[in-house]
């Protein structure tokens, strides 16, 4: 059973930055597409990025294309998620996902972490 441990959620000023990392165990991470989506309060949850088990290939929702980059370093099993310019309306809780084939966000299936809270302050 894989287990999905997310961090680096805090509290921003509109317009900064912060880099969430997560970290995965109990399965051969390099074989599987990592998504990271959110969910605001009141709202349904949002996919936000997505890369491929070799990072060759990488997608984005429209809100966040041009602020946010994914990557992932499968030496340390680990995905992150660089998020710059951000915005009041991006303060949500972030999960991470992993699962086999698809890096897009067609779908809700495969494992989650618990989650981290990302705050921006207008």
């Known amino acids: 059973q894989v287990q999905l441990v997310e961090s680096g959620g805090g509290l921003v000023q509109a317009g900064g930055s912060l880099r969430l990392s997560c970290a995965a165990s109990?399965?051969?991470?390099?074989?599987?597409?990592m998504r990271w989506f959110r969910q605001a309060p009141g709202k349904e949850l949002e996919y936000v990025a997505g890369i491929t088990g070799s990072g060759g290939n990488i997608y984005y929702g429209d809100s966040v294309k041009g602020r946010f980059t994914i990557s992932r370093d499968n030496a340390k099993n680990t995905v992150y998620l660089q998020m710059n310019r951000l915005k009041f309306e991006d303060k949500a809780v972030y999960y991470c996902?992993?699962?086999?084939?698809?890096?897009?966000?067609?779908?809700?299936?495969?494992?989650w972490g618990q989650g981290t809270q990302v705050t921006v302050a207008s």
């Open positions: 109990g399965r051969t991470f390099s074989g599987y597409a």
């Open positions: 996902n992993i699962r086999f084939g698809i890096a897009t966000g067609s779908d809700r299936i495969g494992s």
